[in-house]
């Protein structure tokens, strides 16, 4: 129910938050001259040691020095920590339902890191009803991250092992998404229309959006 899960991510976001909060105070800018670091300094280091699932003390340095010189970078921080650790169970599928909760600089870090992504709009007509997932006419905004694409199969080409699935628009019209099949021999015909989905690292080819893959089965198809 949404009102649990609201509860219980608040509720860690809270717990987390004390327990950084209540370390010792080991400055951190013991170490470091406060003129010769900043605030997003701090917050990035943090956060790369979070991605990296560092539990040293240095982590714990950071944090406090953030809590003491830095509100708007702590809260920032503390926001990506306690939403990335959350419970599988209780934590949220699209930005958007995040947003609602911690700061967007928080939600934009979460959308990097393939942890949330983006709802198609109910009216775009790129993806069957229930499909859900971002839509494919916007995946090139999110190059270099990990989503879910939908959108209706335009054509399903081939070259050699290799198979091409276009989706919106159809080759060779650059604002096409294209699905990239590689070495797995064929896909079963579909009819243009199908409301296709797959998931994975979005990139640029020539300009065109992409997500490639190497199993078939890892195709969702909405009929």
């Not at 809270?14 to 105070?25: E, G, K, L, N, Q």
């Not at 708007?72 to 939403?83: E, G, K, L, M």
């Not at 229309?193 to 992409?210: E, F, K, R, W």
Request: glycine content about 8%; charged content about 20%; overall charge negative.
């Amino acid at each position: 129910m949404p009102t649990i899960r609201t509860l219980t991510v608040v509720v860690a976001a809270i717990v987390i938050a004390s327990a950084f909060t209540a370390c010792s105070r080991v400055g951190y800018a013991n170490h470091v001259q406060e003129s010769t670091i900043s605030c997003d300094d701090v917050s990035t280091s943090v956060i790369q040691r979070a991605r990296a699932d560092d539990t040293s003390s240095a982590i714990d340095e950071e944090i406090q020095y953030l809590a003491d010189n830095c509100p708007d970078a702590y809260d920032v921080t503390i926001d990506y920590i306690s939403s990335r650790s959350a419970d599988p169970q209780f934590a949220f599928d699209t930005c958007d339902e995040w947003a609602e909760y911690i700061r967007s600089e928080a939600v934009q870090l979460l959308r990097q890191d393939g942890l949330c992504s983006d709802s198609a709009p109910a009216d775009s007509g790129s993806s069957a009803s229930g499909a859900g997932g971002l839509s494919w006419d916007t995946a090139g905004d999110y190059a270099g991250t990990s989503q879910r694409v939908c959108g209706p199969l335009m054509t399903t080409r081939a070259d050699n092992d290799d198979i091409f699935l276009n989706i919106g628009r159809d080759y060779p019209d650059p604002a096409r998404f294209t699905i990239v099949l590689w070495d797995v021999g064929g896909v079963e015909s579909l009819p243009a229309g199908t409301t296709l989905c797959a998931t994975g690292p979005i990139s640029l080819y020539n300009g065109v959006a992409q997500i490639e893959l190497y199993d078939v089965g890892l195709v969702e198809v909405w009929e």
